[in-house]
């Protein structure tokens, strides 16, 4: 157990609509990491936010949006669904970016 | 910019046998460099890390050595199991880019 959290574990839902991924940091942890993965382009690197405030952005379309709430959750937004969205979104957290990250265990979104 | 570059899988083998996953890097400053690990239906796992030029990680019978001069983080273990049986990811970070991930090297290891 990584000691991070996401809900949901799957998700189904249609194209066209809007979802949010939870992610919930380790204790103690600033960073938090969103990626994508899919199986035929790997794990991408989508967002990072480090104590409230985007730190870097990696290949996130515009339809896709995140947030680092005070006591350091994250939610990832995305919108207007396509099939193409479909595939397992991680959330990692680290104390810095120094540091390693640890990961969640993922959310499987499917749309149908 | 910073990338990593692992060999292609999917890499079987038999229980028992030497592994070696290929990984070279291409960076500006002096990256930390990380091998993690994705168990089927799991998120990745940190398995080794090293944070400097010759560094040598090491965890469950795998290691890794941090070669400047040739831009390699290997992965290599002695004996593989049939629990080893992932997909592998080489990784780098330093603190002026996010970090990088590879491909993905998929093993199986058969009985």
């Known amino acids: 157990d990584s000691g991070v959290t996401q809900t949901p574990k799957h998700l189904i839902t249609a194209t066209g609509q809007r979802v949010t991924l939870r992610c919930s940091p380790r204790?103690?942890?600033?960073?938090v990491y969103w990626y994508q993965q899919s199986l035929d382009q790997g794990l991408q690197f989508l967002i990072q936010y480090y104590n409230g405030e985007e730190r870097a952005k990696g290949n996130i379309l515009e339809r896709f949006s995140a947030q680092q709430f005070p006591d350091l959750h994250s939610e990832l937004n995305l919108s207007s669904l396509e099939l193409g969205d479909s595939a397992l979104y991680f959330c990692?957290?680290?104390?810095?970016?120094?540091?390693?990250?640890?990961f969640g265990p993922g959310t499987r979104l499917t749309v149908t | 910019g910073n990338s990593v570059t692992q060999m292609e899988g999917p890499v079987t083998l038999s229980e028992e046998a030497f592994l070696t996953i290929n990984c070279t890097y291409t960076a500006t400053g002096y990256p930390s460099l990380f091998w993690y690990v994705q168990y089927p239906g799991e998120g990745l796992q940190l398995l080794l890390k090293?944070?400097?030029?010759?560094d040598k990680g090491s965890n469950k019978g795998f290691e890794a050595t941090y070669r400047k001069e040739t831009t390699s983080f290997h992965l290599e273990k002695g004996s593989v199991q049939v629990s080893d049986s992932a997909v592998y990811f080489c990784?780098?970070?330093?603190?002026?880019?996010?970090?990088?991930f590879g491909a993905g090297t998929r093993l199986t290891v058969k009985p």
């Open positions: 990784a780098l970070s330093d603190p002026d880019n996010d970090m990088r």
């Open positions: 204790s103690g942890d600033l960073s």
């Open positions: 990692a957290s680290s104390r810095s970016d120094l540091y390693e990250q640890y």
């Open positions: 090293a944070t400097k030029a010759d």
